[in-house]
């Protein structure tokens, strides 16, 4: 897939919209379509999102600016015209870097997706959405209707206009699970898009407009699966605004934060295996790799925080666990901090995220060293009655990544010393947290950020006033480092695209194992009358019905039908969907001036009546049957090899028609 730019300036923003308690329209049913925010609200989200609208508008004109002028400066031989040229292509990447800046200041204001509880927590990182524009499918969709399904575009008006709104509602998600379920619905539905207007012999000719997440840099592609890639960012992206908005001060809203990281997590991961050569950096493999490791760390510091939550300051095991949790923590966030450091993300990952990481890990190592040295000085013992003094002494040295040397656990005044080196260490950490949050500019904005550090800080420096005593003059304590460990590791989760039932807007068109995209048919009117012998034709299955079979000589050959038709309409009812039995009974009831049928044969069908040596006979039907079988194999194993979006549609089961094993024949 090529990058291109688009050229226009019309466009929408798609994580605006009025807070999280507005709930989706008819959100139970699938017949309806469910309903985005009003982006007109004036909330902080959206006062943002306006803003970053406006920024993307900007940065768009700019690059197609600095595109026109780069063409002029290659197609000219003008020596003065170069010069004039270099010098606007000088205020041009000016203006452009300054643009970036500031939409790198909004895309780092991560105060308006926090939690608004009163309690003081450790602000988490969101990813805002990816913006697109407003498209008009309505011609493209209307003349593949008239020229594939040769049916009457108009009558498919109510349809069109139903997709399109719910794509229009699509960008503006609510901040909640309604949200989450309107763009599933939207992705599931386009898995039917893609069964009923891309054919792999023509285009439909829709661009689908996208702006990268971070940068703002517009993308364009007529792939389908660029949409559905873009849709799945966004399903990733709202689940980390969830999961920050959560109250953590309680047990219910970390396990809710959790599950909504865990769900990003997924979302990312499955678009990073699923998706190959992006459009859009925010969609390549390195910075959804560096995504999924930065919610996994965000998971794993809501784990330590109900750890955290339940310390008791005389409890040797818990203390211990949350020394170990917060080593976990810092641990992962170094490694969010390597994947942000690759050579093509360096440049690309705002630099309050980076900030925000490097104060995280600092933060929750010196949280572990004071647990711990909490743990060597308050402690009373094991929670365990029964557990002796040497499951004490055990724990406190295997909470270490090395024994401590020279220092006898047993002895109180050891103990002391080693925690009181514990807690130099918690010192330094907290200082140097607090010194990175001090150096970037949207941190130190942060007042929630500043409070937490700070308090930290505190605590560690009046518990070593504390334990400290002026006449100590002992030879200074080393203290090793903390073993990280958990006791709930992250748990991805894949995104369950089957929680979200739909029905297919345009099933009017017919049932998808036929009247897809990907299938070629001839439609034909038969006239039947009853003969003596009966109808001479034998049905099978329903959704449509199918002709299994034809009596040579009898009514139905004479009428024109064949083996591989597909019943569509008696008399002019139509009976796509109809079920076996309902086509039967009208059959049965065929009157003395029979019955007008239109029926429709693939092309796959045509193809392998020229090429049979006879017609007639049991065992060409069984032949025919046989070969429909392997016809249905074949297009199953060419359709999972078509593209990504294929295997993307396929992950959840609608039923669309099957054959039964029962037959009737007349």
Not at 47 to 70: H, V
Not at 590 to 599: F, I, M, Q
Not at 639 to 652: D, E, I, K, M, V
């Amino acid at each position: 897939m090529t990058e291109k730019f688009s050229n226009k300036s019309e466009f929408m923003m798609c994580d605006s919209g009025s807070d999280e308690d507005i709930t989706a329209e008819d959100g139970g049913s699938t017949e309806s379509v469910r309903k985005g925010c009003d982006p007109l609200v004036s909330t902080q989200r959206s006062r943002l999102q306006q803003r970053r609208a406006k920024l993307n508008q900007q940065i768009n004109r700019e690059l197609r600016l600095r595109s026109g002028a780069e063409n002029l400066y290659r197609a000219s031989s003008n020596q003065k015209v170069k010069e004039t040229v270099a010098l606007e292509l000088s205020f041009v990447n000016s203006n452009l870097q300054l643009l970036k800046e500031e939409l790198e200041e909004l895309n780092s204001s991560m105060n308006v997706y926090q939690t608004e509880s009163e309690t003081v927590s450790v602000p988490m990182i969101p990813l805002g959405l990816k913006e697109t524009k407003e498209i008009d499918m309505t011609v493209p969709l209307q003349d593949f209707i008239s020229e594939h399904y040769s049916e009457d575009a108009s009558l498919y008006l109510n349809e069109i206009r139903d997709f399109m709104e719910l794509r229009q509602s699509m960008r503006t998600p609510s901040r909640n699970e309604a949200g989450q379920e309107l763009l599933m619905d939207y992705y599931n539905q386009l898995y039917f898009l893609d069964q009923r207007f891309y054919s792999p012999h023509r285009s439909l000719g829709v661009h689908f407009h996208w702006y990268d997440s971070l940068t703002g840099v517009p993308s364009v592609q007529r792939a389908l699966a660029f949409e559905k890639g873009s849709v799945l960012f966004n399903i990733g992206a709202l689940y980390t605004q969830i999961g920050a908005r959560q109250d953590r001060s309680t047990l219910t809203g970390i396990q809710s934060a959790i599950d909504a990281f865990q769900r990003a997590a997924g979302a990312f991961l499955y678009l990073q295996e699923n998706f190959s050569h992006a459009p859009s950096l925010d969609m390549s493999s390195p910075a959804l790799s560096m995504l999924v490791r930065l919610m996994v760390a965000q998971v794993q510091e809501c784990v330590c925080e109900k750890v955290i939550l339940n310390v008791q300051h005389n409890n040797l095991n818990v203390l211990l666990q949350a020394a170990q949790e917060a080593a976990r923590v810092s641990d992962v966030y170094s490694l969010v901090l390597q994947a942000m450091s690759v050579e093509l993300l360096k440049d690309y990952v705002p630099f309050s995220w980076i900030s925000m990481v490097q104060v995280k890990t600092h933060h929750f190592r010196a949280l572990a060293h004071y647990y711990t040295a909490v743990a060597l000085c308050d402690a009373s013992g094991m929670s365990d009655e029964d557990e002796d003094e040497g499951g004490e002494i055990k724990a406190l040295v295997q909470v270490h990544t090395r024994r401590p040397e020279k220092l006898n656990l047993q002895d109180p005044e050891d103990k002391r010393r080693l925690g009181k080196a514990h807690l130099r260490k918690a010192i330094i950490r907290h200082e140097e947290a607090l010194r990175l949050h001090g150096v970037c500019k949207m941190l130190r904005k942060m007042d929630i950020l500043q409070e937490v550090l700070s308090h930290a800080h505190a605590c560690s420096l009046e518990k070593y006033s504390e334990i400290d005593q002026e006449d100590d003059f002992c030879e200074v304590a080393e203290a090793p480092e903390i073993q990280s460990h958990t006791q709930q590791k992250p748990d991805i989760k894949t995104p369950d695209f089957s929680g979200v039932r739909v029905t297919d807007i345009f099933q009017r068109l017919g049932p998808l194992s036929v009247f897809a995209a990907r299938n070629r048919w001839v439609r034909r009117h038969a006239c039947l009358l009853r003969g003596e012998a009966g109808l001479g034709l034998t049905l099978r299955g329903d959704s449509p019905v199918l002709v299994a079979g034809v009596l040579p000589g009898g009514c139905a050959a004479e009428a024109g039908l064949r083996e591989g038709d597909y019943i569509v309409a008696v008399n002019g009812a139509d009976c796509r969907w109809a079920e076996h039995a309902k086509v039967v009974h009208t059959l049965k009831s065929c009157s003395e001036r029979g019955l007008e049928l239109d029926v429709i044969t693939l092309h796959s069908h045509e193809v392998e009546r020229r090429m049979s040596p006879s017609p007639g006979g049991e065992k060409e039907c069984q032949s025919g049957s046989q070969r429909r079988a392997g016809r249905e194999d074949e297009r199953r194993s060419s359709s999972s090899l078509r593209n990504w979006s294929w295997r993307l549609g396929s992950t959840f089961s609608l039923s669309f028609g099957n054959f039964r094993e029962s037959e009737s024949m007349f």
